[in-house]
């Protein structure tokens, strides 16, 4: 077992957390994880994030193609990753053919799976598992496995830390650090540097240092590349009067520096779990939904800046958190089991909305048209993004994930009902 050195001492060096919005309350509740990966080519599965696992839609919406539960993808959707006891699997979405990658030990979970897929990192299990609802703990147990060798190295950090996601290169695992590691209150993004085994801070174009932050992380989202993490936070800020706001936390694992971009009110002023993010096709645009407030704000994710906040009664509701998608021409919006387009220039309402058969827990678009994939339960609802017209829904079984003749069991046996 490796022991790692960790680097803490950098008074001259940038943190990543954002010392203009830090306040004094503690929010370190569940996010919503519906992290996006990259938009799928025409022909290839779409990969679906739901609370029992990850579907892999095809690209005609007419199948549930793959079925896993307690996996990640990696940041492409290309390839997923699970535990089956002491052994990691490589699962392929296309088709649920499982190859396994190694032995790593029992009572592991896959926690990151980096760029490609070439890196899996894994950590014992846990109950109620969140990186942003820690358990105190002095001491952090994190393995890297190498998927091409099968090599698993091991970093016994000293302190509380949560991964987050693997830089391009995978040379560097970026991860939250908590304190004080047995009570936290407070954390900011560091960076574990996998060769040497140091806990870096990580640098910020903002050039100053930066405090650690108390705020509650909502929810995540995915560059189109693959090179960009972007979260959202809120939390009652002493610099506007005690006042919830909200900011998104800007990662890029390529270039290994972290940004904040704060977001206009009225935007995330309500403590609840209320904003939903999205990307644009091209990735240069990022759309936060906060149905609490009734408004969207359009950030240039370029320029690192907001551009525009419309106010959308339409998108106004009691409860649930927004789940969002950008179709050519149009943003679609899901609370509940209600669902309103609206026209990407103007960001105006496209028509009367929708209503889905499930409560939906994800949103996703299928390349190359106007489909959209509606996650609800072990639901999906296939509805046309142009019309709001459901074209059929695909079901999945809710027994645990069986494998036969080195194959995910494929639901669509079983389990399919279509409406059509």
Excluded at 180 to 203: A, C, H, K, N, Q
Excluded at 268 to 289: H, I, K, Q, W
Excluded at 364 to 389: K, Q, Y
């Amino acid at each position: 077992m490796q022991q790692m050195r960790v680097g803490l001492a950098a008074a001259a060096a940038l943190a990543a957390a954002c010392a203009g919005t830090a306040g004094s309350d503690v929010g370190l509740e569940p996010r919503q994880a519906d992290i996006g990966q990259r938009p799928a080519s025409p022909g290839e599965p779409v990969l679906v994030r739901t609370a029992g696992g990850q579907a892999a839609i095809n690209a005609a919406g007419e199948r549930v193609a793959t079925w896993v539960r307690h996996a990640e993808a990696a940041p492409d959707g290309s390839v997923l990753y699970r535990m089956d006891g002491p052994f990691l699997d490589r699962v392929s979405p296309e088709d649920g053919r499982v190859e396994r990658v190694a032995e790593v030990g029992g009572g592991l979970v896959v926690r990151v799976v980096g760029p490609g897929g070439t890196k899996v990192v894994v950590m014992p299990r846990r109950e109620g598992a969140d990186p942003y609802r820690p358990e105190g703990r002095a001491h952090t147990q994190v393995a890297v496995v190498d998927t091409r060798s099968g090599v698993l190295t091991r970093h016994d950090l000293d302190g509380n830390y949560e991964p987050e996601a693997l830089a391009t290169d995978g040379g560097s695992l970026f991860v939250i650090e908590y304190n004080p590691p047995l009570e936290p209150d407070r954390y900011r993004v560091r960076r574990l540097d996998l060769e040497t085994g140091e806990v870096l801070d990580v640098f910020s174009p903002d050039k100053h240092l930066q405090e650690e932050m108390r705020g509650t992380a909502r929810t995540q989202v995915m560059a189109a590349d693959g090179k960009r993490l972007y979260t959202l936070y809120t939390l009652r800020s002493d610099h506007h009067g005690g006042e919830p706001v909200a900011f998104v936390h800007v990662l890029d694992l390529e270039g290994q520096w972290a940004h904040c971009v704060d977001l206009p009110a009225p935007l995330g002023r309500s403590d609840e779990m209320a904003v939903g993010l999205a990307l644009d096709a091209t990735a240069n645009r990022l759309l936060a939904v906060d149905r609490a407030a009734g408004a969207i704000a359009e950030v240039d994710t370029v320029e690192l800046v907001p551009v525009r906040v419309v106010a959308r009664p339409e998108l106004a509701a009691a409860g649930g958190v927004p789940s969002v998608a950008v179709l050519p021409g149009r943003v679609v919006v899901a609370i509940g089991n209600r669902l309103q387009a609206l026209d990407r220039l103007t960001l105006g309402p496209a028509g009367d909305p929708w209503t889905a058969p499930e409560p939906v827990e994800s949103l996703r678009p299928v390349p190359g048209g106007s489909l959209l994939i509606a996650a609800g339960g072990d639901r999906f609802a296939v509805i046309d993004g142009a019309t709001g017209t459901l074209r059929r829904t695909l079901s999945v079984p809710g027994s645990v994930l069986k494998v036969r003749a080195g194959r995910l069991f494929d639901p669509v046996r079983g389990g399919l009902e279509c409406a059509c």
